[in-house]
């Protein structure tokens, strides 16, 4: 199983279940073996939002479907790190044993930034996010609208991925770069 250190030493208290219960009566689709820490935060749109079994949602981490026909889905044994933002304008898709580690930002909006007109006036600019299964996205890392993430590609911490990354691909940057293959 994905994560084994980490899912080994949680042992949920009484409050900790009460929290999961209340969460999982909140969202579209939540799986078995959840664990939600505390000041994690489903939001706007809770009920879009879909979660796979053994997944765990640490602290501070917010994950949010923007408006009615937005969507979130987590995979099987994910783990969304520390103040992780997922913010879904269009859809997010995360694949299964995916390690999402703390401050990681995922969003697929923007604005259009026109000179003859305010920015807040533009039109929010939209593309889904996909990523694929057994991803690593390291800490800080950014993942911008209309991305694809392949199965088992590495994003190295602090960079920021505005195109797709191949199988087993290795990126890091501002903007994200080729660093390598898994091997």
């Not at 939002?49 to 997944?55: E, F, H, K, L």
């Not at 992780?84 to 259009?112: K, M, R």
């Given at each position: 199983m994905a994560n084994q250190q980490l899912r080994k030493h949680i042992k949920p208290t009484l409050t900790d279940?009460?929290?999961?219960?209340?969460?999982?009566?909140?969202?579209?689709?939540?799986?078995?073996?959840?664990?939600?820490?505390?000041?994690?935060?489903?939001?706007?749109?809770?009920?879009?939002?879909?979660?796979?079994?053994?997944?765990?949602?640490?602290?501070?981490?917010?994950?949010?479907?923007?408006?009615?026909?937005?969507?979130?889905?987590?995979?099987?044994?994910?783990?969304?790190?520390?103040?992780?933002?997922?913010?879904?304008?269009?859809?997010?898709?995360?694949?299964?044993?995916?390690?999402?580690?703390?401050?990681?930002?995922?969003?697929?909006?923007?604005?259009?930034?026109?000179k003859e007109q305010l920015m807040n006036q533009q039109a929010n600019l939209t593309a889904p996010i996909k990523i694929g299964n057994d991803v690593w996205i390291a800490t800080g890392a950014k993942i911008l609208r209309g991305v694809t993430i392949h199965d088992g590609a590495v994003i190295a911490a602090g960079a920021v991925v505005r195109e797709d990354v191949q199988a087993y691909e290795i990126v890091g940057g501002i903007p994200a770069k080729h660093l390598g293959f898994r091997e």
């Open positions: 279940k009460y929290r999961i219960w209340k969460i999982r009566r909140q969202l579209g689709n939540c799986g078995s073996g959840v664990y939600f820490e505390k000041n994690s935060a489903f939001m706007r749109y809770p009920h879009l939002i879909s979660i796979g079994n053994n997944v765990i949602v640490k602290e501070g981490a917010k994950i949010c479907p923007c408006n009615e026909s937005a969507s979130v889905s987590i995979g099987h044994n994910t783990t969304i790190g520390y103040h992780t933002f997922i913010f879904a304008s269009a859809s997010i898709s995360i694949g299964n044993d995916c390690q999402i580690a703390p401050f990681v930002y995922l969003v697929d909006s923007d604005h259009a930034i026109a």
